[in-house]
């Protein structure tokens, strides 16, 4: 029997898996971000090292189909354009969507419901019957409300907003400024203008020790986050007219490990759908490879 390879690709890292038809892991292997928004050709290079990598594990005669959940997977011609490139490693069919998409087959199959990821970046994705939505996922510059990105650039605005009003750095400010090792926003912005996205968003750990804490700034911020990424998957559950015993999956190290971002995020869509049940799970999104080979034959799912 043929085996499915299953990527997830995501802001910070690409995880490739060799799954059997029973979703058994036969084979995993990590590589660095796989997001093309980022960097196209980071990207490209990255998925290729763990492709090459499951082949050498299991030859390429022995894979029925490579599915890719991609972050930044919908921007322009970006799929059709990886597949191109792919291709030139390997004639075995492959489908690019979402990373969203991924995420949901793996926690939800094909049940109806909204998963949401914050992660580095943030995105949601629904499905109610044959009907399937996506709110989010624009980007961190067009706005990835309540992700690590979007929460650190948030702690660092308001260091500049009290350079500029000749307010003392709050604790939360010299956390961080002392994290990036400089003393004043000109660092800071040396930093911000330098770094990867990737980097930056690695500064909402801060964030998140200063409200272990108790830093009510850094609190406020991450509660913020969670009523951000509620409001994303409030209007994507209203789009899709799911109004009873709704099905929430959370993906991503921001709502899966932040207690407060989770809190606020869980609070706000109880309020909104008092039936709602909450769904995460330690396993990794391209386990979904599998759920998404078998609604795609039914033409379920429609590729970015």
Request: glycine share 10%.
């Amino acid at each position: 029997m043929k085996k499915v390879i299953g990527i997830d690709a995501g802001g910070t890292k690409t995880e490739a898996l060799v799954l059997d038809n029973h979703k058994s892991i036969v084979f995993e292997t990590q590589g660095g971000h796989g997001n093309p928004a980022v960097s196209y050709e980071e990207t490209l290079k990255n998925i290729s090292v763990c492709l090459k990598e499951c082949f050498q594990y299991t030859g390429s005669d022995q894979i029925s189909n490579i599915v890719i959940g991609m972050a930044g997977a919908g921007a322009g011609d970006t799929s059709k354009r990886m597949v191109k490139d792919l291709k030139k490693l390997t004639s075995v069919p492959i489908l690019i969507i979402s990373d969203a998409q991924l995420a949901f087959y793996s926690l939800i199959g094909k049940k109806n419901g909204v998963l949401t990821i914050a992660g580095t970046g943030s995105i949601s994705y629904g499905r109610n019957g044959r009907h399937e939505r996506i709110t989010g996922g624009w980007g961190h510059l067009l706005g990835d409300p309540g992700s690590a990105y979007s929460i650190a650039i948030e702690a660092c605005k308001s260091i500049v907003l009290e350079e500029e009003t000749s307010n003392p750095f709050s604790s939360l400010s010299r956390a961080l400024l002392q994290e990036i090792q400089t003393e004043d926003t000109r660092g800071l912005k040396g930093f911000i203008y330098s770094s990867t996205k990737g980097t930056i968003a690695q500064l909402a750990k801060i964030v998140h020790k200063q409200a272990i804490a108790g830093n009510e700034k850094a609190v406020n911020l991450l509660s913020d986050a969670g009523h951000q990424l509620a409001g994303q998957t409030i209007r994507l559950m209203e789009q899709l007219w799911i109004t009873n015993d709704v099905l929430v999956a959370m993906k991503g190290s921001v709502l899966e490990k932040n207690q407060f971002v989770q809190s606020a995020f869980k609070q706000e869509i109880t309020v909104h759908s008092p039936r709602v049940k909450f769904l995460s799970q330690e396993l990794s999104p391209a386990i979904g490879a599998i759920e998404v080979l078998k609604t795609f034959d039914k033409g379920m799912i429609h590729s970015d």
